[in-house]
């Protein structure tokens, strides 16, 4: 037997040969000044500024230059004028009191509004929840969402975009508000903003993943047992009350497979966003991620009369030039109609190259691309972040704004 393998053995000894290995890959990239929080986001140019906000570009320019209290941005290149994302915050608050955008174009909750909350949920790994979340979060921070984003991937991939790692850098994650009270030692739940972290982004706050999630879940187990402590469905919802006048939307990453965590942020959303990649095999599995989705929703409508807003499927890593994939989406596209957003998330080696590099569309520099493929994800990421925004603007009694070619 001696040749054999004892697998806790081999598999811990690759486990420290690869943390090894990584502890000084980080050290290398992450020396002081070289981590990517410790950079602000770019600058972005006038255009792009016109786009975000939703104001034509000729008037944009002309509010620039008449309107009292506009930020002067920085000239660059060919002299033109760049604004930061503070600066675009700063543009669309004096356009909203001038009274040059109404609140259909200025996502701010007034009272009353309920606090949006959108789970990214598909029980099918790899069909880029994250890297949709991630861009999503980025696009609609910059139309001026105050956004929390809630990272229950174990995993903590979403955080990792950020350059937010809690477990590597100590620092508190989701587990510690959500976590049981343990008896023996006295340590009990955080509250929630003592997990909250700023980003480098305006209007991005995350409550960073953790590998301890997994404890989450044993300790739900128990708690069944115990009868102790808020039930485990109510842990989100109770926690983000304590944060609910200084979030427009709070947008959660699900791991990619059924946990406690992922029905409490179930149980908290008022909207869902159901990522699906276009291949024959992920179309079969639907169906029965549906099946469990609904008996899942059953659970908790159980505990209270709880409605969504909308529920919405996007198709993801979209290739129209794939003939298969294209039958598909015509597919899915006959049978849930209008519950398909009518953007696509496209396929794009410059999205898979991001993950790698955790850049997300909005970080990388337009000019390293051909133009055409820019736009292309452009295109479709602020396709998708109009639609969602719109979504929210209907929740929030407000008819959202139709974009007109600028
Ligand atoms: N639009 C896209 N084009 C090309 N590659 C993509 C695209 N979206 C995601 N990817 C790549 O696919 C892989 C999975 O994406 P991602 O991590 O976003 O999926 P996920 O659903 O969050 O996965 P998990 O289920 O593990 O959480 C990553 O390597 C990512 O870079
Ligand atoms: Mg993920």
């Keep these: 037997m001696s040749g054999r393998i004892l697998a806790s053995e081999q598999l811990m000894s690759f486990s420290s040969i690869i943390d090894t290995a990584l502890t000084q890959q980080r050290e290398l990239l992450y020396a002081p000044d070289q981590r990517k929080s410790d950079k602000p986001l770019r600058p972005f140019s006038v255009r792009e500024v016109s786009h975000a906000l939703k104001v034509k570009y000729n008037s944009l320019r002309q509010y620039l230059n008449t309107l009292e209290g506009m930020p002067a941005g920085t000239l660059e290149s060919g002299n033109r004028k760049y604004f930061t994302a503070e600066e675009i915050a700063e543009i669309q608050a004096v356009l909203h009191r001038e009274g040059k955008i109404g609140d259909e174009r200025f996502p701010r909750r007034n009272p009353g509004d309920a606090q949006a909350r959108l789970v990214v949920y598909n029980l099918k790994g790899g069909v880029s929840k994250t890297s949709l979340s991630v861009n999503l979060a980025q696009f609609l921070a910059l139309r001026g969402y105050r956004i929390l984003a809630v990272d229950l991937d174990p995993q903590a991939s979403f955080s990792d975009m950020f350059d937010i790692q809690a477990d590597l850098d100590g620092q508190a994650s989701i587990y510690d508000v959500l976590r049981y009270a343990d008896p023996a030692s006295g340590e009990g739940p955080i509250p929630i903003t003592d997990a909250i972290q700023a980003t480098y982004v305006p209007n991005i706050d995350i409550v960073p993943g953790s590998m301890s999630m997994t404890e989450f879940e044993y300790e739900t187990s128990a708690s069944f047992r115990a009868g102790d402590g808020t039930p485990f469905h109510r842990r989100i919802a109770d926690a983000l009350e304590q944060v609910d006048g200084y979030y427009d939307l709070v947008l959660f990453d699900t791991p990619p497979h059924m946990s406690f965590a992922v029905i409490a942020a179930v149980f908290a959303a008022t909207g869902m966003l159901i990522p699906l990649s276009a291949g024959m095999l992920d179309v079969v599995s639907l169906a029965k991620f549906l099946e469990l989705a609904a008996s899942t929703m059953q659970v908790v409508e159980q505990h209270q009369d709880k409605r969504y807003d909308f529920i919405r499927f996007v198709l993801t890593r979209y290739s129209a ?86």
């Design 321 to 406: 030039s794939d003939p298969a994939q294209l039958q598909l989406s015509s597919f899915l596209r006959t049978h849930l109609g209008g519950a398909m957003l009518k953007h696509d998330f496209v396929s794009s080696t410059a999205i898979a190259d991001a993950g790698n590099t955790m850049n997300p569309l909005l970080e990388l520099d337009p000019g390293s691309f051909h133009r055409k493929t820019y736009d292309r994800i452009f295109d479709s990421l602020s396709g998708i972040a109009d639609e969602v925004d719109s979504e929210i603007m209907r929740a929030w009694g407000r008819k959202p704004f139709e974009r007109e070619d600028n």
